[in-house]
T-cell receptor, first 115, second 113 residues
Framework: QQQVKQSPQSLIVQKGGISIINCAYE??????FPWYQQFPGKGPALLIA?????SEKKEGRFTISFNKSAKQFSLHIMDSQPGDSATYFC??????????????FGTGTLLAVQP | NAGVTQTPKFQVLKTGQSMTLQCAQDMNHEYMSWYRQDPGMGLRLIHY???????DQGEVPNGYNVSRSTTEDFPLRLLSAAPSQTSVYFC????????????FGQGTRLTVV
């Protein structure tokens, strides 16, 4: 129940295309859903985050779509650029019970944007 | 502003050796945590702390010890290193006690031979 399942494992997108990464969870105690971006040799960095009381959040070319009933959320990268090539992690944090204060990560998606 | 600083960046240990991975943050964050990153497994939470003197276990705590004597520092101790602990270790800190909006260090690449 603590898992966050992420897909696909890897993704190749042409420059200017849309990159879509999906995550699913089971634990209804999760109350915060961030996405992190990681470049080789660096630590992950927070990209964008959403709470379950909204269905969508947009920041520039990055959008999170959240479906509470399906327990799924996704990251959309519009107009993908070669500089977006990185590993992306979804995560979820519990707000109560056994998941409290624990930020649980998905397994990551390696995105390559081809010029 | 240094953020989260981890030392060392690289380390090779022999099986059975002990060592401490250091983590320090200068943002006055209450919450600190340790993760390990392995290929295909994402980031897995080892231990975390919601404030000085308070620590708790994450998903994969076995073989690791932590303590939090100050707000700034959160060292991770490997008591008897095993090859299964070969990994990249990340320390993170967050404002407040909930663990949200984590700021990560640059990581420590540990190899146990």
């Amino acid at each position: 129940q603590q898992q966050v399942k992420q897909s696909p494992q890897s993704l190749i997108v042409q420059k200017g295309g849309i990159s879509i990464i999906n995550c699913a969870y089971e634990n209804t105690a999760f109350d915060y859903f961030p996405w992190y971006q990681q470049f080789p040799g660096k630590g992950p960095a927070l990209l964008i985050a959403i709470r379950p009381d909204v269905s969508e959040k947009k920041e520039g070319r990055f959008t999170i779509s959240f479906n509470k009933s399906a327990k799924q959320f996704s990251l959309h990268i519009m107009d993908s650029q070669p500089g977006d090539s990185a590993t992306y992690f979804c995560a979820a944090r519990g707000g109560w019970g056994g998941a409290t204060n624990k930020l649980i990560f998905g397994t990551g998606t390696l995105l390559a944007v081809q010029p | 502003n240094a953020g989260v600083t981890q030392t060392p960046k690289f380390q090779v240990l022999k099986t059975g050796q002990s060592m401490t991975l250091q983590c320090a943050q200068d943002m006055n964050h209450e919450y600190m945590s340790w993760y390990r990153q392995d290929p295909g497994m994402g980031l897995r939470l080892i231990h975390y702390s919601v404030g000085a003197g308070i620590t708790d276990q994450g998903e994969v705590p076995n073989g690791y010890n932590v303590s939090r004597s100050t707000t700034e520092d959160f060292p991770l101790r490997l008591l008897s290193a095993a090859p299964s602990q070969t990994s990249v270790y990340f320390c993170a800190s967050s404002y407040g006690t909930g663990g949200a909006e984590a700021f990560f260090g640059q990581g420590t690449r540990l190899t146990v031979v």
